[in-house]
């Protein structure tokens, strides 16, 4: 099955610097790439995804990047807020029906 | 629409007691998940369900049961509850049609149980 691994575990910025979370998967036929947010006690929230025929996509201050030879994807944010202090996980899907495999997470701090 | 919603938000549990956690989605997804998510280990899926009258097992489903009679509600199921349960259980819900699909996962607010 689809193996995905994420780093870092977590993460610390400045106020206004930019954040990069850094995800590799397994599965050559995966074609779906989404980013989720948690913010403390609560369920994860879907922020931004990318299809595999797509090399980038952009959303204000968030951005996406996948290599599909290399078999990797991140995501890029910038300008960070303290707002953007949540947890953050990457996942894949397979093709066909596949079920989503999450990444174990990074634990993003944005220091004022 | 509520979206997702799951019940109870807490729980304490002895162990060998048995519960049921509540979850019904109200935006007429198809698919539906259970997860279980434990510190620095991300998200597990423990059972999922394509439709009404059909489930899967997921990642991890050994000490749990599932049921989908239908389209809104998936109630998971822990009989002889153990320790190793200790978790915070999230429902999802999204809607697949084909591979060109975004298939967004809407999740609820969660179930913090502790088995003692």
């Known amino acids: 099955g689809e193996n995905v691994e994420q780093h870092p575990s977590t993460l610390s910025v400045q106020e206004g610097d930019s954040a990069v979370i850094k995800c590799t998967y397994s599965?050559?036929?995966?074609?779906?790439f989404p980013w989720y947010k948690q913010e403390l006690g609560k369920g994860p929230q879907l922020i931004i995804d990318?299809?595999?025929?797509?090399g980038e996509k952009k959303d204000q201050r968030i951005a996406v990047t996948l290599n599909k030879t290399a078999k990797h994807f991140s995501l890029h944010i910038t300008e960070t807020q303290p707002e953007d202090s949540a947890v953050y996980f990457c996942?894949?899907?397979?093709?066909?029906?596949?079920?989503?495999?999450f990444g174990i997470g990074t634990k993003l701090q944005v220091i004022p | 629409n509520a979206g997702v919603t799951q019940t109870p938000k807490f729980r304490i549990l002895k162990i060998g007691q048995s519960m049921t956690l509540q979850c019904t989605q109200d935006?007429?997804?198809?698919?539906m998940y259970w997860y279980r998510q434990d510190p620095g280990m991300g998200l597990k899926l423990i059972y999922y369900?394509?439709?009404?009258?059909?489930?899967d097992k997921g990642e991890v489903p050994n000490g749990y049961n599932v049921s989908r009679s239908t389209t809104e509600d998936f109630p998971l199921r822990l009989e002889l509850a153990a320790p190793s349960q200790t978790s915070v259980y999230f429902c999802?819900?999204?809607?697949?049609?084909?591979?060109?699909?975004?298939?967004?996962?809407?999740f609820g607010p969660g179930t913090r149980l502790t088995v003692l």
């Open positions: 999802a819900s999204s809607y697949w049609r084909s591979e060109t699909s975004t298939d967004t996962q809407y």
């Open positions: 369900s394509v439709g009404a009258g059909i489930t």
């Open positions: 935006m007429n997804h198809n698919y």
């Open positions: 996942a894949a899907r397979g093709g066909g029906y596949q079920k989503v495999t």
């Open positions: 599965d050559s036929a995966s074609n779906y």
């Open positions: 990318i299809r595999s025929n797509v």
